[in-house]
Protein backbone atom coordinates (compact mmCIF):
# COMPACT_ATOMS: atom_id res chain seq x y z
CA UNK A 1 0.00 0.00 0.00
CA UNK A 2 0.83 3.68 -0.96
CA UNK A 3 1.56 6.20 2.10
CA UNK A 4 -1.63 7.88 0.61
CA UNK A 5 -3.83 4.12 0.69
CA UNK A 6 -2.48 3.21 4.32
CA UNK A 7 -3.75 6.90 5.43
CA UNK A 8 -6.96 6.87 3.99
CA UNK A 9 -7.74 3.31 5.38
CA UNK A 10 -6.49 3.77 8.63
CA UNK A 11 -8.92 6.89 8.48
CA UNK A 12 -11.46 4.42 7.39
CA UNK A 13 -10.76 2.70 10.55
CA UNK A 14 -10.90 5.45 12.67
CA UNK A 15 -14.28 7.20 10.97
CA UNK A 16 -15.86 3.28 11.39
CA UNK A 17 -14.46 3.48 15.46
CA UNK A 18 -15.88 6.62 16.15
CA UNK A 19 -19.05 5.77 14.80
CA UNK A 20 -19.34 2.79 16.24
CA UNK A 21 -18.50 4.40 19.75
CA UNK A 22 -20.71 7.23 19.39
CA UNK A 23 -23.81 4.81 18.56
CA UNK A 24 -23.12 2.71 21.62
CA UNK A 25 -23.01 5.98 23.78
CA UNK A 26 -26.12 7.04 22.39
CA UNK A 27 -27.89 4.11 22.18
CA UNK A 28 -27.11 1.67 24.56
CA UNK A 29 -30.14 -0.38 25.23
CA UNK A 30 -30.11 -1.80 21.51
CA UNK A 31 -31.39 -4.97 20.53
CA UNK A 32 -33.38 -7.94 18.70
CA UNK A 33 -33.07 -5.49 15.42
CA UNK A 34 -32.33 -7.57 12.30
CA UNK A 35 -32.01 -4.11 11.19
CA UNK A 36 -33.46 -0.71 11.13
CA UNK A 37 -36.64 1.09 9.48
CA UNK A 38 -35.91 5.21 8.47
CA UNK A 39 -38.13 7.16 8.79
CA UNK A 40 -38.20 10.19 6.29
CA UNK A 41 -39.02 13.40 6.00
CA UNK A 42 -41.85 13.78 3.40
CA UNK A 43 -39.29 15.94 1.01
CA UNK A 44 -36.80 13.09 1.02
CA UNK A 45 -38.96 10.36 0.54
CA UNK A 46 -39.14 11.80 -3.08
CA UNK A 47 -41.89 11.48 -5.92
CA UNK A 48 -42.08 7.62 -5.63
CA UNK A 49 -41.79 7.31 -1.66
CA UNK A 50 -44.77 9.71 -1.63
CA UNK A 51 -46.37 8.01 -4.05
CA UNK A 52 -46.45 5.10 -2.12
CA UNK A 53 -47.23 6.09 1.03
CA UNK A 54 -50.30 7.72 -0.46
CA UNK A 55 -51.23 4.54 -2.23
CA UNK A 56 -51.16 2.77 0.97
CA UNK A 57 -53.00 5.12 2.67
CA UNK A 58 -55.84 4.84 0.53
CA UNK A 59 -55.72 0.72 0.13
CA UNK A 60 -56.42 1.26 3.58
CA UNK A 61 -59.06 3.44 3.32
CA UNK A 62 -60.70 0.97 0.92
CA UNK A 63 -60.17 -2.64 3.02
CA UNK A 64 -63.28 -3.54 4.77
CA UNK A 65 -63.49 -2.93 8.80
CA UNK A 66 -61.55 -5.84 11.07
CA UNK A 67 -64.45 -7.56 13.56
CA UNK A 68 -61.63 -8.18 15.25
CA UNK A 69 -61.30 -4.51 16.39
CA UNK A 70 -61.92 -4.34 20.19
CA UNK A 71 -62.28 -0.39 22.18
CA UNK A 72 -61.32 -0.36 25.46
CA UNK A 73 -64.61 1.73 26.48
CA UNK A 74 -62.33 4.54 28.22
CA UNK A 75 -63.88 7.04 25.93
CA UNK A 76 -68.02 7.16 25.67
CA UNK A 77 -68.02 6.49 21.74
CA UNK A 78 -70.53 6.08 18.96
CA UNK A 79 -70.82 2.30 18.17
CA UNK A 80 -68.81 0.77 16.17
CA UNK A 81 -70.08 0.48 12.46
CA UNK A 82 -69.47 -2.87 10.74
CA UNK A 83 -69.89 -0.78 7.43
CA UNK A 84 -66.29 1.07 7.24
CA UNK A 85 -63.33 0.46 6.15
CA UNK A 86 -59.48 -0.80 7.90
CA UNK A 87 -58.70 3.23 7.75
CA UNK A 88 -61.79 4.07 10.11
CA UNK A 89 -60.47 1.35 12.29
CA UNK A 90 -57.46 3.12 12.78
CA UNK A 91 -59.53 6.16 13.37
CA UNK A 92 -61.61 4.59 16.03
CA UNK A 93 -59.10 2.66 17.63
CA UNK A 94 -57.23 6.76 17.93
CA UNK A 95 -61.00 8.06 18.77
CA UNK A 96 -61.06 5.20 21.87
CA UNK A 97 -57.87 6.88 23.63
CA UNK A 98 -59.14 10.14 23.51
CA UNK A 99 -59.21 10.45 27.27
CA UNK A 100 -56.91 8.03 28.38
CA UNK A 101 -53.72 9.28 25.82
CA UNK A 102 -53.88 12.86 25.32
CA UNK A 103 -52.93 14.88 28.24
CA UNK A 104 -52.19 12.37 30.56
CA UNK A 105 -48.43 10.82 30.70
CA UNK A 106 -49.77 8.23 28.16
CA UNK A 107 -49.54 10.84 25.55
CA UNK A 108 -45.98 10.02 23.76
CA UNK A 109 -46.04 6.44 24.53
CA UNK A 110 -49.60 5.73 23.37
CA UNK A 111 -48.95 7.71 19.96
CA UNK A 112 -45.43 5.80 19.40
CA UNK A 113 -46.94 2.54 19.22
CA UNK A 114 -50.26 3.74 17.47
CA UNK A 115 -47.78 4.62 14.74
CA UNK A 116 -45.93 1.79 14.61
CA UNK A 117 -48.42 -0.09 14.51
CA UNK A 118 -50.24 1.23 11.99
CA UNK A 119 -47.20 1.31 9.64
CA UNK A 120 -47.13 -2.50 10.46
CA UNK A 121 -50.85 -2.77 8.63
CA UNK A 122 -49.35 -0.43 5.81
CA UNK A 123 -47.21 -3.17 5.24
CA UNK A 124 -49.01 -5.92 5.86
CA UNK A 125 -52.09 -5.51 4.49
CA UNK A 126 -51.43 -2.94 1.52
CA UNK A 127 -47.99 -3.72 0.73
CA UNK A 128 -46.29 -0.54 1.48
CA UNK A 129 -43.02 -0.59 1.26
CA UNK A 130 -41.76 2.05 3.13
CA UNK A 131 -42.12 3.75 6.97
CA UNK A 132 -44.17 6.34 8.80
CA UNK A 133 -42.97 10.00 6.95
CA UNK A 134 -42.68 13.45 8.97
CA UNK A 135 -43.20 16.60 8.16
CA UNK A 136 -40.05 18.80 9.95
CA UNK A 137 -42.16 22.35 10.04
CA UNK A 138 -38.76 23.65 11.30
CA UNK A 139 -37.12 23.13 7.64
CA UNK A 140 -38.56 26.30 7.13
CA UNK A 141 -42.25 25.80 6.73
CA UNK A 142 -43.07 27.66 10.20
CA UNK A 143 -42.54 31.11 8.06
CA UNK A 144 -45.74 30.56 6.60
CA UNK A 145 -47.44 27.28 6.98
CA UNK A 146 -50.33 27.54 4.97
CA UNK A 147 -48.13 27.58 1.40
CA UNK A 148 -45.83 25.11 2.13
CA UNK A 149 -44.45 23.14 -0.31
CA UNK A 150 -46.18 19.72 0.94
CA UNK A 151 -49.73 21.33 0.33
CA UNK A 152 -49.43 21.13 -3.18
CA UNK A 153 -52.60 20.35 -5.66
CA UNK A 154 -50.10 17.39 -7.41
CA UNK A 155 -52.63 14.92 -7.99
CA UNK A 156 -50.38 11.64 -7.48
CA UNK A 157 -48.16 13.19 -4.59
CA UNK A 158 -49.48 16.92 -3.21
CA UNK A 159 -51.06 16.77 0.27
CA UNK A 160 -53.79 19.64 -1.13
CA UNK A 161 -54.42 22.92 -0.96
CA UNK A 162 -56.42 24.40 2.16
CA UNK A 163 -59.81 24.52 1.36
CA UNK A 164 -62.42 27.52 2.15
CA UNK A 165 -66.13 27.92 3.00
CA UNK A 166 -66.83 27.34 -1.05
CA UNK A 167 -66.28 23.87 -0.71
CA UNK A 168 -67.08 23.29 2.81
CA UNK A 169 -63.73 23.00 3.94
CA UNK A 170 -63.54 19.75 2.15
CA UNK A 171 -60.54 19.21 0.18
CA UNK A 172 -61.01 18.80 -2.97
CA UNK A 173 -57.26 19.05 -4.66
CA UNK A 174 -53.93 16.99 -4.05
CA UNK A 175 -54.09 13.03 -3.35
CA UNK A 176 -55.93 13.33 -0.50
CA UNK A 177 -58.94 15.04 -2.95
CA UNK A 178 -62.68 14.02 -1.36
CA UNK A 179 -61.40 11.15 0.66
CA UNK A 180 -64.26 9.47 2.77
CA UNK A 181 -63.90 8.91 5.86
CA UNK A 182 -66.84 7.40 8.44
CA UNK A 183 -66.84 9.07 11.86
CA UNK A 184 -68.00 11.03 13.39
CA UNK A 185 -70.35 11.05 10.41
CA UNK A 186 -69.63 10.29 6.48
CA UNK A 187 -67.46 13.11 5.17
CA UNK A 188 -64.69 13.95 3.06
CA UNK A 189 -61.88 15.12 5.20
CA UNK A 190 -61.57 19.07 6.02
CA UNK A 191 -58.67 21.12 7.03
CA UNK A 192 -59.29 24.95 7.59
CA UNK A 193 -56.17 26.58 8.42
CA UNK A 194 -55.98 29.61 10.66
CA UNK A 195 -53.11 31.17 12.66
CA UNK A 196 -55.03 32.13 15.55
CA UNK A 197 -56.70 28.87 16.54
CA UNK A 198 -56.99 30.12 20.31
CA UNK A 199 -59.30 32.39 19.73
CA UNK A 200 -62.19 29.99 19.21
CA UNK A 201 -62.63 28.60 23.01
CA UNK A 202 -63.02 24.50 23.02
CA UNK A 203 -62.05 22.99 25.85
CA UNK A 204 -63.81 23.36 29.52
CA UNK A 205 -60.94 25.92 30.71
CA UNK A 206 -60.11 28.68 28.31
CA UNK A 207 -56.99 29.84 26.43
CA UNK A 208 -55.09 32.26 27.72
CA UNK A 209 -53.46 33.64 24.70
CA UNK A 210 -56.36 33.97 22.02
CA UNK A 211 -53.72 35.83 19.58
CA UNK A 212 -50.89 33.98 19.78
CA UNK A 213 -49.61 32.53 16.27
CA UNK A 214 -49.58 29.17 16.40
CA UNK A 215 -46.27 28.82 13.60
CA UNK A 216 -44.33 30.53 17.15
CA UNK A 217 -44.37 27.04 18.58
CA UNK A 218 -43.33 25.31 15.36
CA UNK A 219 -39.67 27.31 15.15
CA UNK A 220 -36.56 25.50 15.10
CA UNK A 221 -35.31 27.68 18.06
CA UNK A 222 -38.21 25.99 19.94
CA UNK A 223 -37.70 23.01 18.59
CA UNK A 224 -33.94 23.06 19.27
CA UNK A 225 -35.03 24.72 23.16
CA UNK A 226 -37.16 21.45 23.83
CA UNK A 227 -34.69 18.96 23.00
CA UNK A 228 -32.08 21.07 25.20
CA UNK A 229 -34.79 21.79 28.54
CA UNK A 230 -36.06 19.76 30.98
CA UNK A 231 -33.20 17.55 31.66
CA UNK A 232 -34.45 14.23 33.14
CA UNK A 233 -38.03 15.54 34.10
CA UNK A 234 -40.53 13.80 31.00
CA UNK A 235 -43.12 15.34 32.94
CA UNK A 236 -42.01 19.08 32.42
CA UNK A 237 -40.86 17.80 28.58
CA UNK A 238 -45.12 16.80 27.89
CA UNK A 239 -46.45 19.71 29.85
CA UNK A 240 -44.17 22.18 28.05
CA UNK A 241 -45.12 20.46 24.44
CA UNK A 242 -48.70 20.73 25.34
CA UNK A 243 -48.02 24.03 26.65
CA UNK A 244 -49.97 25.98 29.35
CA UNK A 245 -53.68 25.98 28.75
CA UNK A 246 -52.77 23.63 25.57
CA UNK A 247 -51.56 26.49 23.85
CA UNK A 248 -47.90 24.59 23.16
CA UNK A 249 -46.94 22.54 20.02
CA UNK A 250 -48.81 19.66 19.86
CA UNK A 251 -52.03 21.74 19.98
CA UNK A 252 -50.87 24.71 18.28
CA UNK A 253 -49.64 22.26 15.11
CA UNK A 254 -53.13 20.07 15.48
CA UNK A 255 -55.57 23.45 15.70
CA UNK A 256 -53.93 25.24 13.42
CA UNK A 257 -54.48 22.89 10.27
CA UNK A 258 -58.08 22.96 11.39
CA UNK A 259 -61.33 20.42 10.03
CA UNK A 260 -60.59 17.05 10.55
CA UNK A 261 -57.15 18.02 12.39
CA UNK A 262 -58.55 20.28 14.81
CA UNK A 263 -60.96 17.21 17.12
CA UNK A 264 -58.46 15.13 19.58
CA UNK A 265 -61.00 12.04 18.54
CA UNK A 266 -61.10 12.03 14.93
CA UNK A 267 -57.76 13.78 14.20
CA UNK A 268 -56.49 10.42 12.42
CA UNK A 269 -58.84 11.14 9.88
CA UNK A 270 -56.56 13.43 7.84
CA UNK A 271 -53.43 11.20 6.46
CA UNK A 272 -51.55 14.47 7.78
CA UNK A 273 -52.17 13.01 11.37
CA UNK A 274 -49.03 10.67 11.00
CA UNK A 275 -46.72 13.09 9.45
CA UNK A 276 -47.07 15.30 12.21
CA UNK A 277 -46.98 12.82 14.91
CA UNK A 278 -44.10 11.53 12.97
CA UNK A 279 -42.56 14.71 14.11
CA UNK A 280 -43.56 14.50 17.60
CA UNK A 281 -42.20 11.14 18.37
CA UNK A 282 -39.22 12.36 16.43
CA UNK A 283 -39.61 15.11 19.23
CA UNK A 284 -39.56 12.23 22.24
CA UNK A 285 -36.66 10.77 20.46
CA UNK A 286 -34.02 13.62 20.33
CA UNK A 287 -35.05 14.57 23.80
CA UNK A 288 -34.98 11.42 25.03
CA UNK A 289 -31.22 10.69 23.54
CA UNK A 290 -29.87 14.51 24.64
CA UNK A 291 -29.35 12.96 28.12
CA UNK A 292 -28.87 9.84 29.66
CA UNK A 293 -31.75 11.04 32.58
CA UNK A 294 -34.39 11.43 29.66
CA UNK A 295 -33.98 8.05 27.79
CA UNK A 296 -35.94 5.79 30.33
CA UNK A 297 -37.64 9.28 32.04
CA UNK A 298 -41.27 9.39 32.36
CA UNK A 299 -44.14 10.54 34.20
CA UNK A 300 -47.47 12.53 34.34
CA UNK A 301 -50.91 10.67 35.60
CA UNK A 302 -53.62 8.16 34.15
CA UNK A 303 -56.26 10.66 34.12
CA UNK A 304 -56.54 13.26 31.98
CA UNK A 305 -58.34 16.23 34.23
CA UNK A 306 -59.56 19.02 32.13
CA UNK A 307 -61.68 20.53 34.89
CA UNK A 308 -58.40 21.01 37.12
CA UNK A 309 -55.88 21.63 33.90
CA UNK A 310 -53.47 24.10 35.30
CA UNK A 311 -52.99 21.49 38.34
CA UNK A 312 -52.78 18.25 36.19
CA UNK A 313 -51.84 18.98 32.31
CA UNK A 314 -50.42 15.85 31.62
CA UNK A 315 -52.82 13.69 33.49
CA UNK A 316 -54.50 13.42 37.53
CA UNK A 317 -54.66 10.06 39.38
CA UNK A 318 -52.25 6.94 39.58
CA UNK A 319 -48.97 7.84 38.22
CA UNK A 320 -47.58 6.96 34.68
CA UNK A 321 -44.68 4.25 34.92
CA UNK A 322 -42.74 2.14 32.62
CA UNK A 323 -44.83 -0.51 34.04
CA UNK A 324 -48.11 1.75 32.63
CA UNK A 325 -50.14 -0.25 29.66
CA UNK A 326 -50.76 1.19 26.78
CA UNK A 327 -53.92 -0.27 24.93
CA UNK A 328 -54.88 -0.07 21.54
CA UNK A 329 -58.27 -1.77 21.04
CA UNK A 330 -57.04 -4.66 19.65
CA UNK A 331 -55.65 -2.68 16.24
CA UNK A 332 -52.28 -4.35 17.96
CA UNK A 333 -51.34 -6.16 21.04
CA UNK A 334 -51.12 -3.70 24.10
CA UNK A 335 -47.70 -3.32 25.74
CA UNK A 336 -45.88 -1.62 28.31
CA UNK A 337 -44.46 2.03 28.58
CA UNK A 338 -40.86 0.16 29.30
CA UNK A 339 -41.12 -1.64 25.80
CA UNK A 340 -41.04 1.99 23.92
CA UNK A 341 -38.60 3.58 25.76
CA UNK A 342 -36.23 2.61 22.46
CA UNK A 343 -37.16 3.19 19.13
CA UNK A 344 -34.20 0.71 18.06
CA UNK A 345 -34.92 -2.03 19.98
CA UNK A 346 -37.64 -4.77 20.93
CA UNK A 347 -40.61 -4.46 18.71
CA UNK A 348 -39.77 -1.21 17.32
CA UNK A 349 -36.62 -1.22 15.24
CA UNK A 350 -36.26 1.99 13.50
CA UNK A 351 -35.19 5.58 13.37
CA UNK A 352 -35.18 8.48 12.17
CA UNK A 353 -32.95 10.01 8.71
CA UNK A 354 -32.39 13.24 10.30
C1 LIG B 1 -72.03 0.70 3.32
O1 LIG B 1 -71.37 1.88 2.86
C2 LIG B 1 -71.47 2.08 1.47
C3 LIG B 1 -70.60 3.26 1.11
O2 LIG B 1 -70.67 4.27 2.07
C4 LIG B 1 -72.94 2.28 1.11
O3 LIG B 1 -73.05 2.46 -0.27
C5 LIG B 1 -73.73 1.06 1.55
O4 LIG B 1 -75.12 1.28 1.34
C6 LIG B 1 -73.52 0.76 3.03
N1 LIG B 1 -74.16 -0.48 3.39
C7 LIG B 1 -74.85 -0.63 4.51
C8 LIG B 1 -75.41 -1.98 4.75
O5 LIG B 1 -75.02 0.28 5.30
C1 LIG C 1 -45.97 32.81 11.16
O1 LIG C 1 -46.69 32.90 9.96
C2 LIG C 1 -47.00 34.24 9.58
C3 LIG C 1 -47.89 34.18 8.38
O2 LIG C 1 -47.33 33.44 7.37
C4 LIG C 1 -45.70 35.01 9.37
O3 LIG C 1 -45.98 36.36 9.07
C5 LIG C 1 -44.85 34.94 10.63
O4 LIG C 1 -43.61 35.57 10.42
C6 LIG C 1 -44.65 33.50 11.03
N1 LIG C 1 -43.95 33.42 12.32
C7 LIG C 1 -42.71 32.96 12.43
C8 LIG C 1 -42.18 32.90 13.80
O5 LIG C 1 -42.06 32.60 11.47
C1 LIG D 1 -70.08 21.42 6.43
O1 LIG D 1 -69.23 20.73 7.34
C2 LIG D 1 -69.76 20.62 8.64
C3 LIG D 1 -68.75 19.87 9.50
O2 LIG D 1 -67.57 20.57 9.57
C4 LIG D 1 -71.07 19.86 8.61
O3 LIG D 1 -71.60 19.83 9.92
C5 LIG D 1 -72.03 20.53 7.67
O4 LIG D 1 -73.18 19.73 7.56
C6 LIG D 1 -71.40 20.70 6.30
N1 LIG D 1 -72.31 21.46 5.47
C7 LIG D 1 -72.69 21.04 4.28
C8 LIG D 1 -73.58 21.95 3.52
O5 LIG D 1 -72.32 19.96 3.82
C1 LIG E 1 -63.62 16.55 -5.45
O1 LIG E 1 -64.91 17.07 -5.28
C2 LIG E 1 -65.07 18.35 -5.91
C3 LIG E 1 -66.42 18.88 -5.51
O2 LIG E 1 -67.40 17.91 -5.63
C4 LIG E 1 -64.89 18.18 -7.40
O3 LIG E 1 -64.99 19.43 -8.03
C5 LIG E 1 -63.52 17.60 -7.68
O4 LIG E 1 -63.39 17.30 -9.06
C6 LIG E 1 -63.29 16.32 -6.90
N1 LIG E 1 -61.91 15.93 -7.08
C7 LIG E 1 -61.55 14.65 -7.23
C8 LIG E 1 -60.09 14.41 -7.47
O5 LIG E 1 -62.35 13.74 -7.18
C1 LIG F 1 -62.63 28.09 9.68
O1 LIG F 1 -61.69 28.94 10.31
C2 LIG F 1 -62.18 30.26 10.48
C3 LIG F 1 -61.05 31.09 11.01
O2 LIG F 1 -60.55 30.52 12.19
C4 LIG F 1 -63.38 30.24 11.41
O3 LIG F 1 -63.91 31.53 11.56
C5 LIG F 1 -64.46 29.35 10.81
O4 LIG F 1 -65.51 29.19 11.71
C6 LIG F 1 -63.89 27.97 10.49
N1 LIG F 1 -64.90 27.21 9.81
C7 LIG F 1 -65.08 25.92 10.01
C8 LIG F 1 -66.17 25.27 9.27
O5 LIG F 1 -64.39 25.28 10.79
C1 LIG G 1 -40.77 17.95 36.90
O1 LIG G 1 -41.58 18.90 36.26
C2 LIG G 1 -42.85 19.06 36.88
C3 LIG G 1 -43.69 19.92 35.96
O2 LIG G 1 -43.04 21.10 35.67
C4 LIG G 1 -42.65 19.62 38.26
O3 LIG G 1 -43.92 19.75 38.90
C5 LIG G 1 -41.79 18.67 39.07
O4 LIG G 1 -41.51 19.24 40.32
C6 LIG G 1 -40.49 18.38 38.33
N1 LIG G 1 -39.81 17.31 39.03
C7 LIG G 1 -38.58 17.45 39.46
C8 LIG G 1 -38.00 16.26 40.16
O5 LIG G 1 -37.96 18.48 39.30
C1 LIG H 1 -57.45 14.78 40.82
O1 LIG H 1 -56.62 15.22 41.86
C2 LIG H 1 -57.30 15.77 42.96
C3 LIG H 1 -56.25 16.30 43.91
O2 LIG H 1 -55.23 15.38 44.11
C4 LIG H 1 -58.18 14.69 43.59
O3 LIG H 1 -58.91 15.26 44.66
C5 LIG H 1 -59.14 14.19 42.55
O4 LIG H 1 -59.90 13.13 43.07
C6 LIG H 1 -58.39 13.71 41.33
N1 LIG H 1 -59.31 13.32 40.30
C7 LIG H 1 -59.18 12.20 39.64
C8 LIG H 1 -60.21 11.94 38.56
O5 LIG H 1 -58.30 11.40 39.83
CU1 LIG I 1 -53.79 11.74 19.44
Redesign the pocket.
Known amino acids: MSPMAIMMHTFRLLALASCLVSAAVAHPVNSGCKSLAIRKEWRALGYEGQKAYVDAIKCLSALPHDPSLSPTGATPLQPLDANSSRYDDVVYTHMDATNSAHFTGRFFAWHRHFLHTVEGILRDKCQYGGHIPYWDWTLGD ?5 HSSIFSTDPVVGLGTFPDASTNFTVVDGAFANLTRRYPDPHHVQRNYT ?1 HPFETQIFPFSFNLPYK ?1 A ?2 TQ ?1 LDEWNKIITSFVGNYTAFQEYVDGVRAEGLHNAAHLSLGGDMANVAHSPNDPLFFLLHGQLDRLWAKWQEHDPANFHSIGGGEVQDLSDFDAFPAGNGTRVTKDTIIYLSNLGPDVKIETLFDIRGGNLCYEYAT
Do not use: E, G, Q, S
Not at 142 to 146: P, S
Open positions: YADIKIDNDT
